[in-house]
């Protein structure tokens, strides 16, 4: 399982939301191996919980979500040299657990070591300050954090009162050295902005969407990251505008070498840009593997239904077969110990009441779903009969299933919407 | 299907919004400036079929929609139902007009009443409208949620309660409710997961067999489109490119936007990464000021070039866009001298205006032009490093004007017209578009 070239592997990493309604698991048990170098796939619906994988990977869940369980082991032996006198439980040869490293530590490693940029770039830039000021700031955020490794102590005695008083009034200023702008200009031009100098003058309400997203990544990329985390990159973007983008990080990542994983609903770019990939279904990967594992050799149904909802544009006019239902509630309460597609599946068996876990399937190494058809075939008679589940759409009403999962809090009771649109992704 | 005349006639019709049109703005004497959100958009829908306007965002595909209903005044054009004048309607006739044609909207979110009940919500044409008694139009209401696939007991149940799928079955239902023939279907599935936008897809197209609707179908994502519509309008920037049945225009498509924009759709396919596509290059000009000629000239790969110039397509199109930025003066010169070995700030003096152009040159243009190209481009850069960008401008246009900024192609007549000169009069002037393919 160890592979020496992995930058990246997330084990059993639950990150749940603590909300009036309930406990909300939106990421169970997740296991991801990422390989250095490639661009890995994360792809599913709203609210499947592959933004918050990120995010959790990013360690920017914010309240009420935590992380609850697992590990995040990040390959670099620079850094386990540094931790390991003071954290030794938290370094494994070359590799760091990053959830066991404290709070300024991790500060650290964000820009330098994982970056991220966002779904909506016209809502990720401060709109008082010049894109220049923003990029030279965080030129210069990382400049100080190389220049002081591993720390982060100087910048916050730095931070007083006083000077946040001032930052208020006089914003990033004190980052704008005329070597951190040179940088910034130099980032703009990597991301191919016509006229930088020019343009690093701009407010962001100058910029189109498609410019203001090329220097969301210029900034992403001031740190020169290991891994980028994209969320979405693309989807506040037409599409002439999200092949120049794709274009961009395509060339970007042949350029720099460095790990992408890319979060997405849109399958189209995930076929356009990925090694591997990784469907996601209800906070878990359910099916994983090459492209041609998951796009050509799919065992999962889920995996099936994704692609025939998609209408084609080559042409042949068909029905879509759509997924009937809607994404289940991740309410703890409601979750059942039982395959969590098994309600909208078109083909449940009664194999499926249990929780499967991932098999290997046929293809490539790396082919493995989460569902009972790696290992059998379908059967009819031992299919779930069609009301299995009830009439409503939610698997609440689902008595059948074994034991709920193991849970400290006591599940409130309230009734809840079948979340399906948690306004991720829009256009 | 064309069989007589269509339900729906749209004659040239044009939507401007106004920017600095206030009173205050009047005060100070500042000249109201027109967005032209739709510029003179001509189209015919047929009874039981289904136009698809596509285009990216802000080319006013929306607008036009929302125009021709009477969601919004026109600036000007004419739009005909069923032969009648919409814009000219009053009074009965205008209720019945807006009996037939409703619409249903992008967001399933901020387009339904989150204090109305779902049955009091699908029921308010009804009472707007006075159809039936009381209890017809509960009877009614509760058909209507089970033809959409919701069930009948959700009719007391608020908004709130429902997903994004089924709250856009609701404004389906709503839509459906005073039994129109027309409804246009702005983004109706944008705000959806696939999986539960291929489910609404699946409903309109059996409610449009049901209930012989017809549809105008406007999208921004191109497999849905080609999917569900039988003809599919191009809109970019205010404009109709082209018009055409589906599958001529998605498997033909002759105008070079249209082309882009299907190119640039990544497909769901394992040969996706192997794909030859050419993406376009820049952003959508602003419609306040839109260019002239073809709007879409500015980022043409194909923009075709004087009669008679020897240039290839690649090199012409650099020289377009360096001609482009020129004239809108978004060139700044004072970066030219990045080691402050100049100082061109107030025109540069003699002797440094060859190694000035130089390294303009260099920072403009990414390949190395054809001698002749090359000394017209030094010409007009001495003349920008000098500050004369009038100058500058003027003489790149003497050798590189072309038809497509000149004159604005027409959308021509018959099934699958294309505004754009490689298929007008122009293209027999010029190697046509056979050889550039």
């Known amino acids: 399982m160890t592979t020496p070239d992995d930058i990246l592997r997330v084990r059993d990493l639950s990150t749940r939301f603590f909300t009036q309604e309930g406990q909300i698991n939106a990421v169970s048990e997740l296991d991801v191996r990422i390989e250095r170098g490639e661009v890995f796939g994360i792809v599913g619906e709203s609210g499947s919980g592959k933004s918050v994988t990120a995010r959790s990977i990013m360690d920017l869940v914010e309240s009420p979500g935590r992380i609850t369980d697992g590990e995040i082991w990040f390959d670099d032996a620079e850094l386990a040299d540094a931790v390991g006198d003071d954290y030794p439980d938290a370094v494994d040869g070359t590799l760091v657990n990053l959830l066991e490293l404290p709070e300024r530590v991790r500060d650290s490693l964000r820009g330098t070591a994982f970056s991220m940029i966002f779904q909506d770039p016209e809502s990720s830039f401060n709109p008082t300050l010049t894109v220049g000021e923003q990029l030279a700031e965080a030129v210069e955020v990382q400049r100080r954090a190389s220049a002081n490794p591993r720390s982060t102590r100087a910048r916050t005695r730095e931070y007083s009162l006083a000077s946040y008083a001032l930052s208020t009034v006089l914003p990033s200023r004190k980052y704008v050295t005329p070597e951190s702008r040179e940088r910034a200009i130099e980032l703009l031009e990597l991301v191919g902005i016509p006229d930088p100098v020019k343009r690093a003058d701009e407010y962001p309400h100058e910029y189109s969407g498609g410019m203001l997203q090329r220097a969301m990544i210029a900034q992403a990329l001031a740190g020169e990251p290991d891994v980028l985390i994209a969320d979405e990159p693309t989807t506040a973007l037409d599409v002439t505008i999200q092949a120049q983008i794709l274009d961009l990080l395509d060339d970007l990542q042949a350029e720099t070498g460095m790990t992408i994983l890319l979060i997405t609903h849109n399958l189209g770019v995930i076929a356009r840009m990925c090694d591997r990939v990784g469907v996601m279904y209800a906070g878990e990967i359910v099916e994983r593997g090459t492209l041609a594992d998951v796009f050509d050799d799919h065992v999962h149904p889920y995996t099936e239904g994704l692609l025939g909802s998609i209408p084609d544009l080559e042409g042949a006019r068909g029905r879509l077969e759509p997924i009937p239902g809607n994404v289940p509630s991740l309410l703890d309460e409601e979750m059942a110990d039982r395959c969590r597609f098994a309600d909208r599946c078109p083909k449940a068996m009664e194999d499926c009441l249990e929780h499967p876990p991932e098999y290997p399937a046929a293809g490539s190494d790396h082919h493995e779903a989460r569902c009972v058809l790696a290992e059998t075939t379908y059967d009819e008679t031992r299919a779930l009969s069609e009301d299995h589940f009830g009439e409503t759409e939610r698997p609440a009403a689902d008595k059948h299933a074994g034991p709920e999962e193991p849970d400290e809090e006591p599940p409130e009771e309230q009734s809840h919407p079948p979340t399906e649109t948690t306004g991720g992704e829009h256009q | ?437």
């Open chain 2, 1 to 437: 299907m064309s069989v007589g005349d269509p339900l729906v006639r749209v004659d040239d019709l044009r939507k401007y919004f106004w920017e600095h049109d206030s009173l205050l703005d009047r005060l100070f004497g500042d000249e109201p400036v027109p967005v032209r959100a739709v510029d003179g958009v001509s189209f015919e829908i047929y009874e039981g079929e289904t136009l698809g306007l596509v285009g990216e965002s802000g080319c006013g595909k929306s607008t036009a929609g929302e125009t021709m209903v009477r969601l919004q005044e026109p600036t000007d054009g004419r739009v005909e139902f069923d032969g009648e004048p919409v814009f000219a309607l009053e009074g009965e006739a205008l209720d019945a007009f807006r009996r037939a044609v409703q619409i249903v909207f992008q967001d399933p979110f901020s387009s339904l009443d989150p204090r109305m009940t779902v049955g009091d919500t699908v029921r308010e044409p009804l009472d707007v409208h006075g159809v039936g008694t009381e209890r017809e139009r509960r009877d009614r209401v509760r058909d209507l949620l089970e033809r959409v696939g919701l069930s009948a007991d959700q009719f007391d149940r608020y908004p709130h309660e429902f997903s994004g799928g089924q709250r856009q079955r609701i404004g389906i239902a709503r839509a459906l409710a005073v039994e129109p023939e027309f409804v246009v279907l702005d983004e109706p599935t944008s705000a959806l997961d696939v999986s539960v936008q291929a489910q609404v897809l699946n409903l309109l197209d059996d409610l449009q067999d049901e209930f012989d609707l017809t549809y105008l179908l406007i999208s921004h994502d191109l497999s849905v489109i080609r999917h569900v519509c039988d003809r599919v309008a191009v809109m970019y920037l205010g404009e109709i490119v082209e018009i055409g049945p589906v599958d001529e225009l998605f498997g033909a498509p002759k105008h070079p936007y249209t082309r882009a924009l299907l190119e640039s759709v990544p497909r769901a396919s394992t040969d996706e990464r192997e794909r030859d596509r050419e993406t376009l290059a820049g952003d959508v000009p602003s419609p306040r000021d839109p260019p002239s000629g073809c709007r879409f000239r500015t980022r043409c790969p194909m923009v075709i070039p004087p009669e008679g110039l020897d240039i290839e397509r690649e090199t012409y199109r650099e020289l377009m866009t360096l001609r482009e930025r020129i004239e809108r003066r978004d060139v700044s010169l004072e970066t030219v001298d990045t080691d402050e070995q100049f100082d061109i700030d107030d025109g540069a003096s003699d002797e440094d205006v060859p190694a000035a152009t130089a390294a303009l040159k260099d920072r403009l243009l990414e390949s190395e032009l054809p001698p002749r190209h090359e000394a017209v481009v030094d010409e007009a850069l001495a003349e920008l490093t000098a500050g004369n960008w009038a100058a500058a401008a003027d003489r790149l246009r003497a050798e590189y004007e072309s038809v497509c900024e000149r004159e604005a192609p027409g959308l021509g007549d018959g099934s699958h017209p294309v505004a754009c000169h490689l298929h007008g009069a122009a293209a027999e002037r010029t190697d046509g578009p056979s050889s550039w393919t």
